[in-house]
């Protein structure tokens, strides 16, 4: 039987590894690009900086230090300088999978920071394991710019788990859903009709604005944004403005809500302020083929009717008025119950006769 040589013998003494085999190793060089690892076989272990981390650029002195032990799985057992290639992101994705497969069985909630704003979503990374939340997934709103998102640590569930196809998905939506229709039930217990609240602007359209209520919206429709007439929302609300306001339906899970407050009501002294009889001042605010409205006050309009402008002859009143114009008549009708108001500029004119009396007088 022959002798062994001293390398055989060395030889020997060492383990052997495969590839995809799973190593420990003892940390005994950095670089900013590389790490070296004693893993007991008879050739060092690298990593490279792209097998340590998916995060682009890092100085791998800054992460780990000589002396460190770790794991990491072997790519190739010689990489053609005879060293061993390791790999120590794949391994942690391997663990960062087998956690996600647990949380997707167990409807876990997770947390974790997003790494990457793509074109279609966004992507986190759970334990170096990559977790992708399509944009509709995101929010329960309708997110143009995903943006501000980036960096931020944010909470999701995952709703498919596929490795094999490289298809793990989150869904951040299903939890603000949740979450909204459990701050809805509270809220809905403790508001009535009537209630007053603070809210914030949310969002402005052309019929008007929602508020948020405290995670619950409701509506502000124009016609209840004032006793007067609002013209356009966007010009009275800004996005993030503070706003009391009045609870004026409950439908279902739909909130109606309002601004025109009982005590500002400009009905509620009609019968003294706008009495029969009553010379009034007002503007004209809009004009039709049978006589001018007038508004005497926010949410107070009165019928000018077109035989009423002049004692003489008037077709219509866009021929002696105009939008804006500063008018003094007299009331001669008040309907309380329909908030109507009859008006004549004709009654504060004296008779041709008597204006000729006078003329003649002098």
Do not use: C
Request: zero cysteines; aromatic letters at 6%.
């Amino acid at each position: 039987m022959s002798e062994l040589t001293f390398e055989q013998m060395l030889e020997e003494s060492f383990k052997t590894i495969r590839n995809g085999e799973v190593v420990d190793g003892t940390v005994i060089d950095v670089k900013p690009d590389e790490i070296i690892l004693n893993i007991g076989y008879k050739a060092d272990g690298i990593i490279t900086r792209n097998e340590y981390t998916n995060e682009a650029n890092v100085d791998l002195t800054t992460v780990v230090s000589v002396g460190d032990t770790m794991s990491a799985k072997v790519l190739k057992v010689n990489d053609g300088e005879g060293q061993v290639l390791l790999t120590y992101k794949r391994l942690a994705a391997e663990k960062g999978n087998e956690r996600l497969k647990e949380a997707f069985e167990n409807h876990e909630v997770l947390k974790a920071p997003v790494t990457q704003i793509l074109g279609g979503g966004l992507s986190v990374v759970v334990d170096e394991a990559r977790v992708f939340i399509p944009a509709s997934l995101v929010s329960d709103t309708y997110e143009k710019d995903l943006s501000k998102y980036q960096g931020q640590e944010i909470e999701f569930v995952i709703s498919e788990f596929n490795p094999r196809r490289n298809r793990v998905i989150g869904d951040r939506r299903q939890l603000l859903v949740a979450e909204r229709a459990e701050k809805q039930k509270e809220l809905f217990e403790k508001i009535s009709v009537g209630d007053r609240m603070e809210g914030t602007v949310k969002n402005v359209t052309d019929f008007g604005a929602f508020i948020d209520l405290g995670g619950v919206d409701g509506l502000l429709h124009i016609s209840e944004m004032s006793w007067g007439r609002v013209e356009n929302p966007k010009k009275v609300f800004q996005v993030g403005d503070k706003v009391e306001v009045m609870i004026k339906d409950i439908h279902d899970t739909k909130i109606a809500l309002s601004l025109k407050f009982p005590e500002s009501n400009p009905w509620a002294n009609a019968a003294e302020n706008y009495a029969v009889g009553t010379v009034i001042t007002g503007k004209v605010a809009r004009m039709t083929d049978f006589g001018a409205f007038v508004e005497l006050a926010p949410g107070v309009d009165a019928l000018l009717h077109v035989s009423q402008i002049s004692r003489a002859h008037v077709d219509k009143p866009s021929d002696v008025l105009s939008v804006g114009q500063e008018i003094t008549a007299k009331i001669v009708d008040l309907n309380e119950a329909e908030k109507k108001i009859s008006l004549s500029m004709k009654a504060l004119e004296q008779p041709a006769e008597e204006a000729a009396e006078e003329t003649d007088a002098e």
